[in-house]
């Protein structure tokens, strides 16, 4: 007894210092939920690398601490959006946060304000599930079910959080596509870390946009630092006139088609976007099939749970990475988990009605678990 005792006891110190050196790597203490927000891990896609002979990595912005697994994405920009309020003196302490918004940015408000003692409104379209309104309550915000009506309706939700911060004292509309803090993020943050961990090779960068903060600060920040050299692309889902647009040099075209991805596409060039848009060396579309053929991918061979705008965005870095050539490393965004998609992502039934039962590969089906 004594003997298996003391085995067990030097085997587990022994296991101990090896565990050590990973707890020497971790983030450290950091203050509050605002500190936690950021320096997220870079994941090196394994089999992707070694097909295409590139170092593929993916920076796990789902690592940030809002929502945990749900929809950490948009920490970063809730943060700056509000930083930069209080430092161009709108916000007192007390103060309100409106913003309309029916994806990720308003939980990361939600979760911001609270840690900062502000109040948060979220304006939402009426045609948002339950579950999201509940989850932002829980969080503290008061949330305002609104008609879903086109942008250049004035009831649209956007105008109408405007309109409410106008009316409030103390309160700021914080405009998360057209308020360029949301960009800057990105730029001091983002960026920054992902030249950091990458030892400065960084030959190529891609990913999606919905406000299109990511893209140009991303993009913004490792030109600059790689003197022009890092090549930066936008990828872009079906839907969007994004791709479009740079592929025509500047051609705006009406709107078309769509996409499963949630998050990322527009119809417009944001003001966050428009700041750096000249800065994007090309455009990548990919095609849904593509994009849920990668969901699986990523899950069976990497062992990522990940939403379909991450999937995009790897699937775009691994064509960019077929493209510029093996020894070349390609960085991407991997936004959040598919928790909050799975209902959708991993149906047979709504695989089926999209057309897209087909493009998953025979032996990856067995992850489409529900009816
Ligand atoms: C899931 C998801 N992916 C991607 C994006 C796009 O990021 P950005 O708004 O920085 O363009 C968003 C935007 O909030 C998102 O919610």
Redesign the pocket.
Same mark, same amino acid.
């Given at each position: 007894m004594l003997r298996r005792g003391i085995r067990t006891f030097a085997t587990a110190a022994e296991s101990a210092v090896a565990y050590n050196i990973k707890v020497g790597r971790a983030q450290g203490k950091v203050n509050g939920f605002i500190g936690a927000i950021g320096n997220t891990p870079m994941i090196r896609l394994n089999k992707l690398s070694e097909e295409t002979g590139c170092e593929i990595y993916g920076k796990a912005e789902f690592q940030n601490p809002g929502g945990s697994q749900l +929809?950490p994405?948009?920490d970063r920009?809730a943060l700056y959006v509000v930083k930069d309020a209080e430092e161009r003196g709108l916000l007192q302490p007390g103060g309100t946060v409106i913003e309309g918004t029916a #994806? *990720?940015?308003g939980i990361g408000l939600a979760h911001v304000c609270r840690s900062k003692g502000y109040q948060c409104k979220i304006y939402m379209p009426d045609t948002q599930s339950q579950g999201k309104i509940d989850l932002l309550r829980l969080l503290g915000a008061e949330v305002f079910p609104v008609p879903a009506v086109p942008f250049d309706d004035p009831n649209n939700y956007n105008h109408q959080a405007k309109r409410a911060a106008e009316e409030i004292e103390n309160a700021v509309w914080t405009n998360?596509f057209d308020n360029t803090a *949301?960009r800057r993020a990105?730029i001091e943050t983002t960026g920054p870390e992902i030249w950091a961990q990458l030892g400065g090779k960084v030959d190529a960068f891609t990913c999606? +946009? #919905? +406000?299109? #903060? +990511?893209?140009a600060g991303v993009t913004r920040y490792l030109k600059e630092v790689s003197d022009g050299q890092t090549e930066c692309w936008l990828a872009d889902p079906p839907g969007s006139v994004l791709y479009s647009y740079i592929k025509s040099g500047g051609k705006l075209s009406e709107r078309a088609g769509g996409s499963i991805t949630?998050?990322?596409g527009q119809g417009r060039v944001t003001d966050n976007l428009a700041k750096e848009i000249s800065l994007i060396s090309d455009a990548i579309q990919v095609p849904d099939s593509e994009t849920i053929k990668m969901v699986y991918r990523l899950l069976d061979e990497e062992g990522l749970y990940m #939403?379909a705008?991450?999937a995009l965005n790897v699937v775009a870095a691994y064509h960019l990475a077929q493209k510029i050539g093996p020894g070349k490393t390609v960085a991407t965004i991997l936004?959040?988990g598919a928790y909050r998609y799975a209902d959708r992502l991993f149906s047979k039934k709504w695989l089926q009605a999209k057309g897209l039962d087909t493009a998953i590969p025979a032996h990856l089906q067995k992850y489409a678990v529900l009816d």
């Open positions: +929809t994405f948009a920009a #994806g *990720n940015t998360q *949301n990105h999606a +946009t #919905g +406000t299109g #903060g +990511t893209l949630e998050g990322i #939403g705008s991450s936004c959040d």
